[in-house]
């Protein structure tokens, strides 16, 4: 029997409902920070929206011909991927290749934009007949926008055709950075990065 005097060692049942709700809600809290916080790391690694990559690239020029009224400038990414040979730990060809690039040339007769879209079946670093380093020689098709702009975009130096075997990319198959300004021999910028990824 309570006596009144002094703490009753047995909660009310309003006390006991209140103490309930607040550890339901500190473990949903506590799981609902947990969820949040897997889900920030797993959004801050590397999307491999194609699967594992073997090679990360990306690429942007333009050059400018002062008095001819010509002009021209690339953007894009590649990505090499699922590697076959390896070599010193890297693959050195592979069963995937994404590129997607856009472009543009200027001159006094036409304005030339479109987007290329290149879906590579195969890949593999070979001897470039136009660098004295390896590139990437790629088997494939290539998709243009718009479709009007098909013969000029292909035309462009550099450009992938609508279908391709053991086509030269032009990109260097040695990780690292390289500035290659000039090598049009005209004023302007010619940068690649390109990223070897751990297999």
């Not at 011909?65 to 090499?80: E, I, K, Q, R």
């Amino acid at each position: 029997m309570e006596s009144g005097v002094g703490p009753s060692n047995r909660l009310r049942p309003d006390v006991c409902w209140e103490v309930a709700m607040f550890k339901r809600v500190l473990s949903r809290s506590f799981l609902g920070l947990l969820a949040g916080a897997i889900l920030g790391v797993v959004a801050a690694t590397p999307a491999l929206a194609y699967g594992p990559e073997n090679y990360q690239v990306g690429f942007a020029g333009t050059g400018v011909a002062p008095g001819a009224d010509f002009s021209f400038g690339f953007w894009g990414w590649c990505a090499f991927g699922g590697g076959t040979v390896f070599s010193s730990g890297l693959a050195t060809s592979g069963t995937t290749a994404d590129c997607q690039f856009a472009e543009y040339v200027r001159t006094p007769l036409s304005n030339v934009t479109c987007h290329e879209s290149v879906n590579g079946t195969s890949w593999a670093i070979e001897p470039s007949l136009f660098f004295p380093i390896p590139t990437f020689h790629v088997t494939g098709t290539t998709t243009v926008n718009p479709s009007g702009t098909i013969p000029a975009c292909v035309a462009i130096f550099g450009s992938f055709p609508l279908s391709f075997t053991d086509f030269d990319s032009l990109i260097p198959a040695l990780p690292g950075h390289y500035h290659l300004n000039g090598f049009f021999h005209l004023p302007g910028e010619f940068q690649i990065q390109v990223t070897a990824l751990p297999s």
